[in-house]
T-cell receptor, first 115, second 109 residues
């Protein structure tokens, strides 16, 4: 069966510090991968998605970046965190669409607090 | 992406059915109607989806209006574990989900 891992689970970082969040998927190959952010009391915002190694699409302008160095690994990074980067970061995967619908499966999330 | 409108919150009694409405008057012919829910401090999970016909699965039922401009997620017997934020999302072919604010469902014992 497929599983999705995220770490760390929680993180407290000072403003201006770098960030690296990691997401890995097991039990599937060539998944579509996604990074979402949920600010406190808000809905989920899609940040990045990837359909393959090295292929990243950005949904919103920001000081975050994403990379996919391996098929089942997705990394979210920042060189300098802002207060507004605080939130609940969720990684998700779906099977590459062959016929339309493909359910997205979400990881447990990383709660980031920037002070 | 076509927009959906959901009530901010709803309340239900345990063991009673819950009908969660969603309006999507600008839906296009290729938009599927998806429902996800998010339990506190967790990532969202898929509930159900449909295109034109009503759908049933082990979690819920989805009733879709004939003109497809609205739909209703039906939980047949709400439990305390069903307390969550429920998102109604329209999606055409492809995999990007656009989440709105959703409906906060509170279940009373």
């Amino acid at each position: 069966s497929q599983t999705i891992h995220q770490w760390p689970a929680t993180l407290v970082q000072p403003v201006g510090s770098p960030l690296s969040l990691e997401c890995t998927v097991e039990g599937t190959s060539n998944p579509n991968l996604y990074w979402y952010r949920q600010a406190a009391g808000r809905g989920l915002q899609l940040l990045f998605y990837s359909v393959g190694i090295g292929q990243i699409s950005s949904e919103v302008p920001q000081n975050l970046s994403a990379s996919r160095p391996q098929d089942r690994q997705f990394i979210l990074s920042s060189k300098k965190l802002l207060l507004s980067d605080s939130g609940f970061y969720l990684c998700a995967w779906s099977a590459a669409p062959g016929g339309g619908f493909s359910e997205q499966f979400f990881g447990p999330g990383t709660r980031l607090t920037v002070l | 992406d076509a927009k959906t409108t959901q009530p901010n919150s709803m309340e239900s009694n345990e063991e009673e059915p819950v009908h969660l409405p969603c309006n999507h008057s600008t839906i296009s012919g290729t938009d599927y109607i998806h429902w996800y829910r998010q339990l506190p401090s967790q990532g969202p999970e898929y509930v159900i989806h449909g295109l034109t016909s009503n759908v049933n699965n082990r979690m819920a039922s989805l009733a879709i209006a004939e003109d497809r401009k609205s739909s209703t997620l039906i939980l047949h017997r709400a439990t305390l574990r069903d307390a969550a934020v429920y998102y109604c999302i329209l999606r055409a072919y492809g995999n990007k989900l656009v989440f709105g604010a959703g409906t906060i469902l509170r279940v009373k014992s």
